[in-house]
């Protein structure tokens, strides 16, 4: 996440693409769901 907040050249404004940016980080950080 520190990436993602910390790159200049990633866009201020909030919106869809964002935060489909935002969610995917965040998966690869978290891994496979497991049961």
């Given at each position: 996440?520190?990436?993602?907040?910390?790159?200049?050249?990633?866009?201020?404004?909030?919106?869809?693409?964002?935060?489909?940016?935002?969610?995917?980080?965040?998966a690869?950080?978290?891994?496979?769901?497991?049961?």
């Amino acid at each position: 996440m520190r990436d993602f907040y910390e790159n200049p050249a990633v866009p201020v404004a909030s919106g869809p693409s964002r935060s489909l940016r935002q969610a995917r980080m965040l998966a690869r950080a978290l891994g496979p769901a497991g049961a």
